[in-house]
């Protein structure tokens, strides 16, 4: 291995068809960049996706009322549900199997515009009245005072937590908006804290005009009563969170007499089912990714030995004198094996240093442009990708050349001094 006369003819052989060793050596090259490539730009994707999700329990189901759609014990279809502070409570009580129950009310529904002003300047941004357990659903990330707490639902407080976009628009750039008044539809609220968000996206930015207040002050500050429009739910540690779903509709389904196949009287978002598809997508990216590049990889390896049988048949001569004065079978091998493992090693290794390099590039040109997307963040790749890399290609390497190895060890000395 450490001979100096093997590595000079090794090189030696190599570089005396330059065009055609470095024709071979671009198959090996490309395969390993457009595997380091097409690696990248996954991980790039699935760390866009999870910017999505990141911050929110992905064990978690929201569900609302809805009409019902089948008439049942007398009652007519095209019924309107209303869920209630009772329902909370039978909730909490029949269903163990869930974590956080958290009801909520919203002004104007799903993302309901409300006229939010402060002294002159104003804006549309959803409200919520919602419990301080909403934090561990949703993720809000407090950067400036609070959140809710007990107190502020035990107390009814007029509180306000606002999100980025709220503060931008309601309060100077320099301003501290902590101790501050909003206006809420006629209904002052001191802001006691500011979050920010960490999902990217729509979800993001319909996070980020975000007013959070406590649900007993919701109640009594807009005459909702004991009404509830929304539940988020999780469930505990290591239960699915559609097994929780199926419990909780059946309980409502039982206390508004709705029939148990109706399935259009509560409407529910079931956020791990969406991470599970998002998890399941991301294997599939993967898997076709190491199927792409690995093939590219094997007809690189393919066309490395194609070479080194047109070589061992170019030097049938040389290997016919060597076997003849005695040289043992196994250096003739491993001179063959030795040329087709450097071939693709170094191949390979600028393959891989150029793909990395790529993935460098985006990431750099990404940031001095500032370009933010929601769906593809900072392509790389981990050095355990490099490492399987680095041993597929010497393993291709030793294979690439047994073949033509093993040609070269059927010849007959005879027969290789008589070649031309």
């Not at 869920?83 to 993302?111: C, F, H, S, V, Y």
Request: aromatic residues 10%; charged residues 20%; neutral net charge.
């Amino acid at each position: 291995m450490f001979d100096i006369d093997k590595w000079q003819e090794i090189f030696h052989s190599l570089s005396k068809n330059p065009f055609r060793t470095a024709l071979t050596a671009f198959g090996v090259f490309w395969g390993i960049f457009m595997l380091v490539v097409i690696m990248g730009a996954g991980n790039g994707l699935e760390k866009g996706a999870q910017s999505g999700f990141e911050g929110t329990a992905t064990n978690s189901l929201y569900l609302w009322a809805q009409r019902t759609s089948i008439a049942y014990k007398g009652l007519p279809p095209s019924r309107f549900i209303q869920m209630n502070t009772q329902d909370w409570e039978a909730l909490k009580r029949g269903i163990p199997e869930a974590d956080i129950i958290a009801p909520r009310n919203q002004l104007g529904g799903w993302q309901g515009g409300n006229n939010v002003t402060r002294g002159v300047k104003s804006g549309g941004f959803e409200v919520s009245g919602d419990m301080p357990d909403i934090i561990h659903v949703e993720g809000p990330m407090i950067t400036e005072g609070r959140f809710l707490n007990p107190f502020d639902i035990e107390n009814s407080r007029k509180v306000a937590v606002i999100g980025p976009r709220v503060k931008e628009i309601l309060f100077e750039p320099e301003e501290n908006p902590i101790g501050e008044y909003i206006h809420i539809n006629g209904v002052y609220f001191q802001v006691v804290g500011v979050f920010d968000v960490r999902e990217a996206g729509g979800r993001g930015e319909r996070l980020a005009q975000k007013i959070y207040t406590p649900f007993t002050t919701f109640q009594r500050a807009f005459n909702y009563g004991n009404r509830v429009s929304w539940f988020a739910i999780t469930s505990q540690d290591n239960i699915p969170v559609s097994e929780v779903e199926e419990k909780v509709i059946s309980l409502l389904q039982t206390r508004h007499k709705i029939a148990p196949e109706d399935r259009r009287a509560f409407g529910h978002f079931n956020l791990e089912e969406r991470f599970m598809q998002f998890v399941n997508l991301m294997k599939g990216i993967k898997l076709i990714s190491w199927f792409v590049g690995i093939l590219t990889l094997v007809a690189g390896v393919i066309g490395v030995s194609n070479i080194m049988l047109i070589i061992v048949k170019e030097r049938t001569k040389e290997i016919g004198v060597r076997r003849a004065v005695g040289a043992k079978p196994l250096s003739i091998v491993g001179l063959i094996v030795w040329e087709a493992v450097i071939l693709t090693s170094l191949a390979g290794y600028l393959g891989m240093v150029c793909g990395v390099g790529v993935l460098e590039l985006v990431n750099y040109f990404m940031e001095a442009s500032e370009i933010e997307t929601g769906f593809f963040q900072s392509p790389s790749v981990d050095v355990q990708l490099i490492i399987n890399a680095l041993i597929i290609l010497v393993i291709g390497g030793v294979f690439a050349g047994l073949i033509p190895a093993r040609r070269a060890l059927s010849i007959s000395p005879v027969d290789a001094l008589r070649a031309e």
